[in-house]
């Protein structure tokens, strides 16, 4: 169970506007803080909160721009003995769920 509320926002907000030049609807404030997160956070919370990792998961961290897909596949692929097949045929989303 997620413990904190979490309230969709109604049109866009004046704070969004000033510093943010990308999506400025579709957002949920989360918690006592009110944090501003994505609307998809709604479906997405819980998973988060209850999400036990395991010694064997990798972690791959980078900037915005910087190469991300590119490592994901590279690293997948080699933890799959360069399985070429299965990665034409299965969207990399699949294969290597992220947090963003």
């Known amino acids: 169970m ?4 979490i309230k969709p926002i ?3 907000r004046k704070e969004l506007l000033k510093s943010f030049t990308g ?9 006592p803080k009110k ?4 609307l998809k956070y709604m ?3 819980e998973g988060y ?6 010694e064997d998961d990798l972690w791959i961290m980078t ?8 490592s994901q596949e590279l690293l997948w692929l080699v ?3 360069l399985d070429y097949e299965t990665s034409s045929k299965v969207s990399l989303y699949d294969r290597f769920p992220f947090y963003e």
Request: proline share 10%; aromatic share 20%.
């Open 2 to 5: 997620f413990p904190y509320e």
């Open 10 to 12: 109604e049109g866009e």
């Open 23 to 31: 999506q400025k609807a579709g957002f949920v404030e989360v918690g």
């Open 35 to 38: 944090y501003l997160l994505p």
């Open 43 to 45: 479906d997405e919370a």
């Open 49 to 54: 909160y209850n999400f036990e990792p395991r």
């Open 63 to 70: 900037y915005p721009r910087s190469g991300t897909t590119w």
């Open 79 to 81: 933890n799959n003995d």
